[in-house]
């Protein structure tokens, strides 16, 4: 049996993540020291299937509300590719926010992007090379999510 609590449920969104709505998310969210408390993952099936979902649940700080810490969700749909390797020690914890780039029609989502700097990914190969926490997907949203149950 799962004893862990359950996701929250949405408290704002979703929204697309487009540029608007990732500038939006960059904006809204401090990353530094942000945990990584689920990655989910599933696969749709059916005539009007998304294919592969991924729903990531990161604990971040309200930039214009003091730093509280929330809980938002990534969710991603139509994914690809992705890899996700085991973290060092009890979660990945985030030191820069993640980094959304688009190649070959696909948006890739790099939650380890510190690895470049201030440097730009070239290409898709490089966002996957080194990284172990990664997607590519076809669409995606963010929301916020209600605080953890206690």
Same mark, same amino acid.
């Not at 190969?125 to 172990?132: A, K, L, P, Y």
């Given at each position: ?7 929250? &449920?949405?408290?704002? +969104? ?19 020291? &942000?945990?990584?408390?689920? =990655? ?9 299937? !998304?294919?592969?979902?991924? !729903?990531? =649940?990161?604990? &971040?700080?309200? =930039? ?7 809980? /938002?969700?990534? %969710? ?6 992705? !890899?996700? %390797? ?9 030191? /820069?926010?993640?980094r959304f780039t688009r190649f070959d029609g696909l948006l890739q989502v790099d939650l380890? &992007? ?5 440097? !730009? ?5 490089? =966002?996957?090379?080194?990284? %172990?926490? /990664? ?5 995606? +949203? ?5 605080p953890w149950e206690s």
């Open positions: 049996m799962d004893q862990r609590p359950r996701v929250p &449920a949405r408290k704002l +969104g979703p929204y697309a993540l487009t540029d608007d709505g990732i500038a939006a998310l960059l904006a809204r969210y401090e990353f530094g020291d &942000a945990c990584v408390r689920r =990655v989910l993952l599933d696969q749709e099936f059916g005539p009007r299937t !998304r294919g592969r979902v991924v !729903r990531l =649940v990161i604990d &971040a700080r309200v =930039v214009n509300e003091g730093l509280r810490w929330e809980p /938002v969700c990534l %969710d991603l749909y139509g994914v690809e590719r992705f !890899r996700v %390797d085991e973290s060092r020690g009890f979660a990945w914890v985030l030191d /820069v926010p993640p380890c &992007a510190e690895r470049f700097g201030g440097l !730009r990914p070239g290409n898709a190969r490089e =966002v996957f090379e080194g990284s %172990d926490l /990664v997607f590519a997907a076809t669409d995606g +949203g963010w929301s916020a999510l209600e």
